[in-house]
Nanobody, 122 residues
């Protein structure tokens, strides 16, 4: 599975962005997918994950109530809707996929996209 992340950009605090992760490969619809992020000078951290069928989702505590992960298997795409953005959300966001959702949560997915930069100004 090959992944391509997009949708990052510059937004003011309180604003919204939607990230997309487009995948190639028939296996994508059987893969759990998620988003992780890495801020400058910090370690990569888990943000959100979704099961292969969209029936199960997991979120980091710091994004609960603000971010929503979803997927459209017909379009081979996973989305991350980010609302009420804060300056501390500034980071490069990566999408990852794996047959097992636990691996995505742990940051150990089989497949990774190239990352998209989100910058939130105060």
């Amino acid at each position: 599975v090959q992944l391509q992340a997009s949708g990052g950009g510059l937004v003011q605090a309180g604003g919204s962005l939607r990230l997309s992760c487009a995948a190639s490969g028939r296996a994508f619809s059987t893969y759990a997918t998620g988003w992780l992020r890495q801020a400058p000078g910090k370690e990569r951290e888990f943000v959100a994950a979704i099961s292969w069928d969209g029936g199960d989702t997991h979120y980091a505590d710091f994004v609960k109530g603000r971010f929503t992960i979803s997927r459209d298997n017909a379009k081979n795409t996973v989305y991350l809707q980010m609302n009420s953005l804060k300056p501390e959300d500034t980071a490069v966001y990566y999408c990852a996929a794996d047959p097992f959702e636990s691996q995505v949560v742990l940051g150990a997915g089989d497949s990774w996209g190239q990352g998209t930069l989100v910058t939130v100004s105060s």
